[in-house]
């Protein structure tokens, strides 16, 4: 598997330079231009098993900026996979596709739109069996791409240059990134997790997955929930591009860092902490929310 660069941010944010607190980001984004940060990792192994079972179609769930649906599309083409994407919203199917599922259908994933009250019963076996019937036999990967073999691909994202960091931070969609974060963190370290949705009911779900409790979910970041975005979070994002010259997705990873930033301000962490932030991809995010943001309000994100 792929090592992705540490790059030290201590200087940039007045909260932990004048605290002597060490901040890192680890740039998971720059693993694959199109199946980047934690898509690469939890499709790794999936991809490994559907092969190895002799299948020839991927299916899989998402909404309208999906970053797993985009990442298949492309793995599933560059790997020789036939792909189908079922996706949340029928309206979508109506008029111009966002530039999301434009690259996603620019792949050959065959796009499947379906209500959202159809889209909770994606769990369900009469769901599955409609599915099939209609599309024949795939290797099915779930929303966002979280299960056993994910987060065990999501095990390496950390390595052995990361066990000085005293605290691990990263943004939160399903539960699978955080859960191998957790397996992988050593015993001195303590996992930060930033859900985008509101709520703490994903703990449940982490907790299928690991039974260490080197962790906590913070949940005050998500400004407004799922693919919500506000003209502070842009500003915020566009602020830290300039000072950086990293580029953060407005769903997960920004949030994350608001929250870390926040934090520091805050006293949560202590004088000799070493932070490390993993930015987990999603850029593709930008352009369809730049669509939407220019047609609402008269701001952006730079890019």
Not at 221 to 235: P, Q
């Amino acid at each position: 598997m792929l090592k992705s660069p540490l790059v030290d941010l201590s200087s940039y944010f007045e909260p932990f330079s004048k605290r002597g607190i060490e901040l890192f980001i680890k740039r998971e984004e720059l693993l694959h231009p199109h199946i980047s940060g934690n898509k690469y990792r939890k499709l790794y192994f999936n991809l490994k098993a559907a092969e190895e079972l002799g299948y020839d179609t991927l299916l899989t769930f998402g909404g309208a900026f999906s970053n797993h649906i985009v990442a298949t599309a492309y793995a599933a083409k560059e790997r020789g996979f036939k792909s189908i994407g079922v996706i949340r919203g029928e309206e979508l199917a109506f008029g111009e596709l966002n530039p999301s599922l434009q690259f996603a259908s620019s792949c050959g994933m065959q796009l499947h739109f379906v209500s959202r009250e159809v889209y909770r019963e994606k769990h369900t076996k009469e769901f599955f069996e409609q599915l099939q019937s209609k599309f024949g036999s795939f290797y099915m990967l779930p929303e966002g791409g979280t299960n056993e073999l994910a987060v065990k691909g999501c095990e390496e994202i950390l390595n052995k240059e990361d066990e000085s960091f005293s605290h691990i931070a990263l943004a939160v969609g399903t539960g699978g990134t955080i859960s191998g974060v957790i397996r992988s963190a050593l015993n001195h370290q303590y996992v930060l997790g930033f859900p985008a949705l509101k709520g703490d009911f994903l703990k449940k779900d982490i907790c299928t997955f690991t039974s260490k409790s080197n962790w906590e979910l913070i949940t005050d970041y998500h400004f407004g929930g799922y693919a919500k975005i506000t003209r502070e979070l842009v500003d915020f994002m566009n602020d830290f591009y300039q000072k950086t010259g990293i580029l953060i997705d407005p769903i997960y990873t920004s949030k994350m860092i608001y929250g870390i930033i926040d934090l520091a301000q805050k006293d949560y962490f202590k004088p000799s902490d070493r932070v490390l932030m993993i930015h987990t991809g999603g850029l593709q995010a930008i352009d369809g929310m730049n669509t939407y943001l220019r047609t609402k309000y008269s701001f952006e994100i730079q890019s």
